[in-house]
């Protein structure tokens, strides 16, 4: 499982980042063309750089589709709980787990219909605009990433089921920084 987690939090980060870094690139670029330095800007001018945005539109929506399941997992989705919390704890763990089950249902169905259409525009000839990569590709962030959410539904109502807690995210918390103050401690004691 942890597998799983590195892997998500993974692609994640690496769309994030090379989806700025490929902005920057091409506003950049785009700037630089436009000064007028003869060799600089006629140089600048035969780099075609129109494919930028569409790959960053797609990255995000990859990076989005990924995310909302990371979100599941850690417990940073919004949720409105004020009635469920007020509720008897016999009677706010059954719609808890009826909410969960209900968000597992959805994504399942979503992936499963999203499967579908990236199964039929595969059989097509269809490509994207700029970059003309085959649009099953792009539209294939859909299913995985509904399926892992779906996934991940399942997995918090389990351990739900057998704990009786759910994912907190922990706004003031930063991973690893509890290993640093460590290894400082120590330093400073030797």
Same mark, same amino acid.
């Given at each position: 499982?942890?597998?799983? &987690?590195?892997?998500?939090?993974?692609?994640?980060?690496?769309?994030?980042?090379?989806?700025?870094?490929?902005?920057?690139?091409? @506003?950049?670029?785009?700037?630089? +063309?436009?000064?007028?330095?003869?060799?600089?800007?006629?140089?600048?001018?035969?780099?075609?750089?129109?494919?930028?945005?569409?790959?960053?539109?797609?990255?995000?929506?990859?990076?989005?589709?990924?995310?909302?399941?990371?979100? @599941?997992?850690?417990?940073?989705?919004?949720?409105?709980?004020?009635?469920?919390?007020?509720?008897?704890?016999?009677?706010? &763990?059954?719609?808890?787990?009826?909410?969960?089950?209900?968000?597992?249902?959805?994504?399942?169905?979503?992936?499963?219909?999203?499967?579908?259409?990236?199964?039929?525009?595969?059989?097509? &000839?269809?490509?994207?605009?700029?970059?003309?990569?085959?649009?099953?590709?792009?539209?294939?962030?859909?299913?995985?990433?509904?399926?892992?959410?779906?996934?991940?539904?399942?997995?918090?109502? @389990?351990?739900?089921?057998?704990?009786? +807690?759910?994912?907190?995210? &922990?706004?003031?918390?930063?991973?690893?920084?509890?290993?640093?103050?460590?290894?400082?401690?120590?330093?400073?004691?030797?």
């Amino acid at each position: 499982m942890k597998f799983l &987690d590195h892997l998500e939090e993974w692609l994640i980060a690496t769309l994030m980042g090379a989806a700025t870094l490929i902005i920057f690139v091409a @506003v950049v670029h785009r700037y630089l +063309a436009g000064l007028p330095i003869p060799v600089v800007q006629d140089f600048l001018i035969q780099i075609n750089t129109s494919w930028a945005q569409e790959l960053c539109i797609y990255m995000f929506v990859w990076m989005a589709k990924f995310g909302a399941a990371y979100g @599941v997992r850690t417990g940073i989705h919004v949720g409105v709980d004020v009635l469920i919390n007020r509720m008897n704890p016999r009677w706010r &763990d059954r719609f808890i787990v009826f909410g969960l089950g209900a968000g597992a249902l959805f994504t399942g169905i979503v992936g499963t219909l999203g499967a579908s259409f990236v199964w039929s525009i595969g059989h097509t &000839d269809q490509t994207s605009a700029d970059m003309e990569v085959p649009m099953w590709l792009v539209y294939l962030a859909v299913p995985l990433g509904s399926y892992l959410m779906c996934f991940r539904f399942l997995q918090v109502m @389990v351990h739900f089921i057998k704990t009786g +807690a759910l994912p907190k995210h &922990d706004h003031s918390h930063v991973e690893g920084l509890e290993d640093e103050l460590t290894a400082e401690e120590k330093g400073a004691k030797a």
